[in-house]
């Protein structure tokens, strides 16, 4: 495939994701949804041991990738404050100054789109690295719906 049809490939993933996280989210500003998810990938990779920050990063499109990659110190991760509202700060922030948004549902919308594009066994072990207190923003099995490959 030529670099050109790798970009384009790329970007139909990237639309897909986005597409998927307007949907779970119930927004229709894809500007919105581009911040939501990176504020959530943001603050899941800034919890996660260097392999899992890694091994998630190698499943995404390359230009999502590159968002969740983005202003990443790997010497100052995982963060020390593992704390809930910690988390959810994080998220918020990435809306100042117009921080009118729920972070949970910001947090519970981005896994469902992230379970339904990264594979099973990596988002069981992502689940299980986060602190045990933001395991409580995936899903149940029921509400997880997964994409056919």
């Known amino acids: 495939m030529s670099t ?10 990237t639309n897909l994701w986005l597409r ?21 990938l943001h603050a899941l990779r800034d919890r996660l041991p260097l392999m899992e920050t890694v091994q998630l990063g190698a499943q995404m499109p390359t ?7 983005e202003g990443w110190n790997p ?6 404050n593992r704390k809930t509202q910690a988390f959810l700060d994080q998220i918020t922030d990435c809306f100042k100054p ?6 949970e549902h910001v947090a519970r919308a981005i896994i ?8 099973e066994g990596e988002m069981n072990e992502i689940r299980n690295a986060v602190p045990s207190n933001i395991r409580k923003y995936w899903p149940t099995p029921l509400l997880a719906v997964r994409r056919a490959s």
């Open 20 to 40: 998927d996280a307007m949907v779970q989210l119930d927004w229709a500003d894809p500007k919105r949804a581009y911040a939501a998810m990176r504020s959530v």
């Open 75 to 80: 010497a100052r991760t995982p963060f020390k």
């Open 112 to 119: 469902r789109v992230l379970l339904a594009h990264v594979s």
């Open 98 to 103: 117009r921080a009118d948004i729920d972070p």
């Open 63 to 69: 230009f999502i990738r590159g968002m969740y990659y």
């Open 4 to 13: 050109l049809g790798t970009f384009d490939k790329s970007s139909q993933k």
